[in-house]
């Protein structure tokens, strides 16, 4: 990707330090302020061109999107807040600065709606297809985390949309106005 310092330059500029992110992305690691007595919950999500989206039919904002949706969605399942993710983008020879930029305000506006900065991660490019990974962090803010194993007997599952269906774009829709 032509530019990858002008991305990093412009991608420092885009978040903040905050009262929870002491050292925003743009540094070697980020610095967080983790509440004490608070637990902190890791996970990662990734998407692939042509297994989870089309990228000759989705937009790069629509990709970013998702792939920050994908671990959002995993937060409301074991009931924690999100607090801050980190992405690495496997961007495809050629790739624009443009279209890049593109796929981090899509991250952006899923995880401003729920004051989820993005601290960090990597780019690269390659001759492969888009592939990109997110891993969020989360706080449980003193509720005990919703687990699989921990259903009962006689307990509902709620599901709050259809499942499967990936690559037609599920976790594709911003839940804050697009920007």
């Known amino acids: 990707m032509p530019g990858e310092f002008d991305f990093i330059q412009w991608l420092r500029a885009q978040e903040r330090a905050s009262d929870f992110v002491l050292v925003p992305a743009g540094d070697d690691m980020a610095a967080l302020r983790w509440p004490e007595n608070d ?17 000759s039919l989705h937009s790069p904002r629509e990709i970013g999107a998702k792939v920050m949706n994908r671990n959002l969605s995993d937060c409301a399942a ?26 981090y305000l899509g991250m952006k506006a899923a995880g401003d709606a729920f ?17 990109m990974s997110l891993t969020v962090l989360g706080r449980s803010a003193g509720i005990k985390p919703v687990t699989r194993n921990g259903a009962s007997p006689n307990q509902r599952i709620f599901v ?3 499942l499967g269906g990936s ?10 106005a697009r920007q």
């Not at 690559?167 to 804050?176: K, W």
Request: aromatic content about 6%; proline content about 3%.
């Open 39 to 55: 637990l902190l919950l890791v996970g990662v999500d990734q998407v692939l061109d042509g297994v989870h989206f089309d990228s």
């Open 160 to 162: 709050t949309g259809a």
């Open 78 to 103: 074991m009931a924690c807040l999100p607090a801050a993710a980190v992405v690495s983008a496997a961007l495809p020879k050629g790739t624009t600065l443009e279209y890049a930029k593109e796929l």
């Open 115 to 131: 004051a989820c900065s993005i601290v960090g991660g990597d780019t690269g490019s390659w001759a492969g297809k888009l592939a």
């Open 167 to 176: 690559i037609r774009g599920r976790h594709m829709t911003f839940v804050a």
